[in-house]
């Protein structure tokens, strides 16, 4: 079964750095395509970063380009999004996104608070 186990949340001042992780399990890992996304109290759920197989970013959001890395590690199963230069803006509940045999996938997400 696909699971998809999201962390590195929490609380943050700004101008401060986290790393989240995702931890995948259940399909072949490195022939898919992995994103993050975020939603935010209010707003709709947006696309932050993807990542394709071959680790080539097609997909950063404007607003946080610059800032977001997203990166994977196929031999762990997981991809990455370092954040750096946090900003107020950026708290959301962060969750990691994948398609799998013509279905999609969440994580059930990760708290990202960001406060001064």
């Known amino acids: 079964q696909v699971q998809l186990v999201e962390s590195g949340g929490g609380l943050v001042q700004p101008g401060g750095s986290l790393r989240l992780s995702c931890a995948a399990s259940?399909?072949?890992?490195?022939?898919?395509?992995m994103s993050w996304y975020r939603q935010a109290p209010g707003l709709e759920r947006e696309l932050v970063a993807r990542i394709i197989s071959v680790g080539v970013v097609t997909n950063i959001a404007d607003s946080v380009k610059g800032r977001f890395t997203i990166s994977r590690d196929n031999a762990k199963n997981t991809v990455y999004l370092q954040m750096n230069n946090l900003k107020v803006e950026d708290t959301a509940v962060y969750y990691c996104?994948?398609?799998?045999?013509?279905?999609?996938?969440w994580g059930k997400g990760t708290q990202v608070t960001v406060s001064a």
């Open positions: 259940g399909f072949g890992f490195s022939n898919y395509r």
């Open positions: 996104n994948t398609w799998v045999g013509g279905m999609e996938y």
